[in-house]
């Protein structure tokens, strides 16, 4: 039993790992899918297209999904049309491009294994490389290589040149070792760039290692708390509803936040070394809440429009 007590703290302390590792599988598999069932190279004028298309358009799917997915995405825009300040507070102005720069980056990370598994594999690179039309690309493609080379670089790919068959191999050997050349350069450099930016923000961390420790413990069971309690709120909430409704009588009173902690409650989280608090909530806690007067115009103004949507839903 201790075994597997410790077997399981030590997979839920690797779980941010052993996420990235089945998201590189998912990756994997679903480029070996689309290159062995979906991917047909066309062998024509559309060559860069469709091999771009390939190679880019998952990727940009991806990206989305990452920012769908993205929880902080929806809590920093969600009523930003209705109240500007909510992403660019007074005195937090660069907090926004903070937040939205993080979101991008964790959003990348998908896109960035798609591109780099795509490009190791060399197929779609491939495709797209062979129907250039660039003068520059082809010397750079079909230099030392045979005259038809120029003529007929969008067949390589079907193998339906008029070269030998040992100088089309060696040809689309050339491009596919160009792809995979490019795809550890993007790997290099995305595992570069990720280590600089942890050793930045590391570096400028207002928390000793230990209280940021702490910091993540504490917001993680934050979330799986809160989730929990919403679900359990939530059903407590509809069934008194519902037996009021059935039994035709006036409901209990019903402890629930006001508007105004909702909204407090929602904000991103700024770390002040005054008032050390580990998340909003935390902070709406302890110092409940005190709203500075734009901030109780911006409550009402919003307060009003809630109760304008109710109207006209009701009429």
Not at 149 to 167: F, H, N, Q, R
Not at 209 to 218: E, G, I, R
């Amino acid at each position: 039993m201790d075994a597997f007590q410790g077997f399981l703290k030590f997979i839920l302390n690797q779980k941010t790992v052993i996420g990235y590792s089945f998201l590189a599988l998912l990756t994997v598999g679903g480029e070996r899918l689309f290159s062995l069932v979906a991917f047909k190279c066309p062998c024509g004028t559309e060559n860069v297209i469709y091999g771009l298309a390939f190679l880019f358009a998952p990727a940009w799917v991806l990206l989305i999904l990452g920012f769908f997915l993205n929880n902080r995405s929806w809590r920093l825009f969600t009523g930003c049309c209705v109240n500007p300040r909510k992403i660019f507070p007074r005195g937090h102005n660069c907090r926004f491009f903070s937040v939205l720069g993080q979101i991008i980056l964790s959003s990348l990370v998908a896109p960035v294994m798609w591109l780099s598994v795509a490009l190791l594999n060399g197929t779609f690179y491939e495709c797209a490389m062979s129907g250039t039309q660039s003068p520059r690309l082809l010397d750079l493609i079909c230099k030392g290589k045979p005259e038809e080379c120029w003529k007929e670089l969008y067949k390589v790919s079907c193998g339906k040149t008029s070269m030998t068959p040992t100088d089309n191999e060696e040809l689309k050997l050339s491009l596919q070792a160009q792809s995979q050349i490019l795809g550890w350069f993007l790997i290099c450099s995305a595992s570069f760039f990720s280590l600089l930016t942890t050793c930045y923000t590391r570096c400028r961390s207002k928390v000793s290692y230990l209280q940021l420790s702490f910091w993540k413990t504490y917001a993680q069971k934050e979330k799986e708390q809160l989730e929990n309690t919403f679900v359990d709120y939530a059903k407590k909430l509809s069934e008194r509803n519902l037996k009021c409704f059935l039994e035709n009588k006036r409901p209990d009173v019903f402890p629930m936040p006001t508007f105004a902690a909702w909204e407090a409650a929602s904000e991103l989280h700024s770390f002040h070394q005054n008032r050390p608090h580990y998340s909003t909530l935390h902070r709406v806690v302890e110092d409940g809440l005190d709203l500075r007067p734009e901030d109780e115009e911006t409550t009402m103004m919003l307060m009003g429009t809630a109760q304008n949507v109710q109207l006209t839903h009701h009429h």
